[in-house]
């Protein structure tokens, strides 16, 4: 899979959050998404003593929910834990993993932020714009933003807002469990990533993409671990 070249890795924070501010006003969070047949979960997994990322990026059909594909990458990260910025840890890994890609998904899903990020630019847009496709960030917490709580019953749903402005939507996506903060990333809007979350829901908390990346990446973190023991 081709990828965009927007810049060079080697920042500081100061400077990453700079290029935060420059390229959020790159990202189209306005855009439809009209129909998808393949959809990619991406997710990230650090080492527990190294400066390592371990990424894992899976391809499934959007009918049937089937992997197609799964690509994965390791690479050391030298850029500091600054909240905020993890996309700047995170996303040069990822990247790695979505060139190996043969298929070219027509939307992407990261276990992440995308507009609900305080400079509006979180992983989701930052792969959204490395990748030019379709992008949302469907995150396990909330980095910022204030909400009422769901519904109960999975596929409720109520607005992030932050200062005034509608930046995710608060997601239940299985009856009863603790709900996922979903924003759009890049070329896609809100109401088609919320679309695009409950569609790929198979009665687990996680949607299949980053449920089935999340796997993916673990096993892969266990298989070097295992493989640097001998």
Known sequence: MDLVRLHSWELTPKEAVALQHRLAGEVDTAA???RWRLVAGADVSYHRYAPLCYAAVVVLRA???????TQHAVGASSFPYVPGLLSFREAPVVLQAFARLQAR???VMCDGQGLAH?????LACHLGLWLNVPCLGCAKSRLI???REPGRAAGATTPLR?????IGSVVRTKTG???LFVSPGHRIDLASAVEVVLRCCRGYRLPEPTRQAHRA?????RKAKAYGDR
């Open 32 to 34: 439809p998404l009209r």
């Open 63 to 69: 009918e049937d929910l089937e992997v197609v594909e």
């Open 105 to 107: 998904p027509d939307v």
């Open 118 to 122: 305080p400079r509006r630019f979180g």
């Open 145 to 147: 933003g204030t909400y």
């Open 162 to 166: 932050d200062r005034g402005e509608i």
């Open 177 to 179: 469990v603790k709900p």
């Open 217 to 221: 990446v673990n096993e892969l973190r």
